[in-house]
């Protein structure tokens, strides 16, 4: 199974900053076919399930504010959020969909300092 | 618009059955570009992906290794849903489950089904 660790586990933000949360998987997550990372973001608030903001790695969902954005690849993933608002307080977990068993990081909890 | 919505029992015996239901809107449970899934989330196990069906020509179920001796996933045509049955449930299935259709990452969940596995 590939495994993802995300960092920090959690992370304290005045508003209007940035807000940087890591991945890294234990296997490259690059589909040589399309030279596409598959690595997805989500962000899970209290009693919601997640809810999907990227995919391939740096692809916003429509809809998705544009202070949201990834970057990376092979192994080594960023969800970068420029400009914290209050509304981006909550759960964020980094996703593979490179092969089954589709697994995720365990989460890191973004908070306004 | 996909919609996903979840129904079954909130408390199961240990031992006994986990079954829920997952109704689909604005999709359709034999597309031939999505994939239905069930993922559970706890404190201590994090989001675990459980298992799941899919159509391309013929039915295909997959499951994680570590339920794959009690989990079956099925899809209903007829009533455009899939569902879940785990059996011989102990504690250690209490969570959070969830239905989801993926197409590639998991791009819509339903509502979420706190289950508690309790006597």
């Known amino acids: 199974d590939i495994v993802m660790t995300q960092s920090p586990d959690s992370l304290a933000v005045s508003l209007g900053e940035r807000a940087t949360i890591n991945c890294k998987s234990s296997?490259?997550?690059?589909?040589?076919?399309?030279?596409?990372?598959?690595l997805a973001w989500y962000q899970q608030k209290p009693g919601q399930p997640p809810k999907l903001l990227i995919y391939?790695?740096?692809n916003r969902k429509s809809g998705v504010p544009d202070r949201f954005s990834g970057s990376g690849s092979g192994t080594d993933f960023t969800l970068t959020i420029s400009s914290l608002q209050a509304e981006d307080v909550a759960l964020y977990y980094c996703?593979?969909?490179?092969?089954?068993?589709?697994?995720f990081g365990q989460g890191t909890k973004v908070e306004i300092k | 618009q996909v919609q996903l919505q979840q129904s079954g029992p909130g408390l199961v015996k240990p031992s006994q059955t986990l079954s829920l239901t997952c109704a689909i809107s604005?999709?359709?449970?034999?597309?031939?570009?999505?994939?239905w899934n069930w993922i559970r989330q706890s404190p201590s196990r994090g989001l675990e992906w459980l298992g799941r069906?899919?159509?391309?020509?013929?039915?295909?179920?997959d499951y994680a290794v570590s339920v794959k001796s009690r989990v079956t996933i099925n899809p209903d045509t007829s009533k455009n849903q899939f569902s879940l049955q785990l059996n011989s449930v102990t504690p250690e299935d209490t969570a959070v489950y969830y239905c989801?259709?993926?197409?590639?990452?998991?791009?819509?969940w339903g509502q979420g089904a706190l289950v508690t596995v309790s006597s």
């Open positions: 604005g999709d359709s449970v034999s597309s031939d570009s999505a994939t």
């Open positions: 989801t259709r993926k197409t590639g990452p998991f791009d819509d």
């Open positions: 391939w790695a740096s």
């Open positions: 069906t899919y159509y391309r020509s013929k039915w295909y179920h």
């Open positions: 296997q490259s997550v690059l589909y040589s076919s399309n030279n596409k990372n598959s």
């Open positions: 996703q593979q969909y490179y092969t089954a068993p589709w697994t």
